[in-house]
């Protein structure tokens, strides 16, 4: 087969399978801009520390990253017996979701536009 050929990519993409513990959200309704604030927040920090971040953080998008930051923890430990312990978010973002268009009557027949922005929220960890 040719080196470029696309079954031997696929092959080839497949066999670096990334082994970190992870979490991923789809379809959070919270926008990424306002998602970014609470993840810049944790990132590089140890998983008690952020875990203590968002409890307190009171923002709306804290609460869901939470959540999904305690089954990144609980994916480590069940499935690559890591120790929480030694556990620290290496890679957090916020991917641009679908948005879901709305209609706002207003004065004269006018109408306008309402954008309620979804996003997909990864946490990687990895054990120091």
Same mark, same amino acid.
């Given at each position: 087969?040719?080196? *470029?050929? =696309?079954?031997?990519?696929?092959?080839?993409?497949?066999?670096?399978?990334?082994?970190?513990?992870?979490?991923?959200?789809? %379809?959070?309704?919270?926008?990424?801009?306002?998602?970014?604030?609470?993840?810049?927040?944790?990132? *590089?920090?140890?998983?008690?520390?952020?875990?203590?971040?968002?409890?307190?953080?009171?923002? %709306?998008?804290?609460?869901?990253?939470?959540?999904?930051?305690?089954?990144?923890?609980?994916?480590?430990?069940?499935?690559?017996?890591?120790?929480?312990?030694?556990? %620290?978010?290496?890679?957090? %973002?916020?991917?641009?979701?679908?948005?879901?268009? =709305?209609?706002?009557?207003?004065?004269? *027949? =006018?109408?306008?536009?309402?954008?309620?922005?979804?996003?997909?929220?990864?946490?990687?960890?990895?054990? =120091?």
């Amino acid at each position: 087969m040719a080196k *470029g050929h =696309r079954s031997q990519i696929k092959r080839e993409r497949n066999a670096k399978k990334d082994t970190r513990p992870s979490a991923k959200l789809s %379809y959070a309704r919270v926008s990424v801009q306002k998602a970014c604030f609470v993840l810049d927040s944790i990132r *590089g920090k140890d998983v008690k520390t952020a875990l203590a971040i968002l409890t307190y953080n009171p923002r %709306y998008a804290s609460e869901v990253i939470l959540k999904l930051l305690k089954s990144a923890i609980a994916n480590a430990e069940n499935n690559n017996d890591m120790d929480p312990d030694n556990l %620290y978010i290496e890679e957090c %973002y916020a991917n641009k979701g679908p948005t879901m268009k =709305r209609i706002r009557p207003r004065a004269q *027949g =006018r109408a306008y536009r309402i954008e309620k922005r979804m996003s997909h929220i990864t946490i990687v960890l990895n054990e =120091r």
